[in-house]
């Protein structure tokens, strides 16, 4: 059985740090590109990092410089660590595969930054 169970999401200050942590069984992992995506109130879905299976990583220009991602191809999951966090940044994050969202999605994970 697929599942993709995202966690690590909370409320934070502006300028501090989360983990989010990706979860998953039943899915194709270790020949995939994997990534993080979140999507605003209002706004549309968008890709905010990816690793591929040579641990090459993009980021979207927004995140740059702030945010980590990383793989366990072990484990099975995914890991995004944020840093200098900004109100901007606040969302609901959701990880899959890139480009093609290829597993079910998850419930995702709650990010709120706010002072």
């Known amino acids: 059985q697929v599942q993709v169970v995202e966690s690590g999401g909370g409320l934070v200050q502006p300028g501090g740090s989360l983990r989010l942590s990706c979860a998953t069984s039943?899915?194709?992992?270790?020949?995939?590109?994997v990534a993080w995506y979140r999507q605003a109130p209002g706004k549309e879905r968008e890709l905010v990092a990816a690793a591929s299976t040579g641990g090459i990583t993009n980021y979207a220009d927004s995140v740059k410089g702030r945010f980590t991602i990383s793989r366990d191809n072990a484990k099975k999951a995914v890991y995004l660590q944020m840093n200098s966090l900004k109100p901007e940044d606040t969302a609901v994050y959701y990880c899959n595969t890139a480009p093609n969202r290829i597993w079910k999605w998850g419930q995702g994970t709650q990010v709120t930054v706010s002072s």
């Open positions: 039943g899915v194709i992992f270790s020949g995939v590109n």
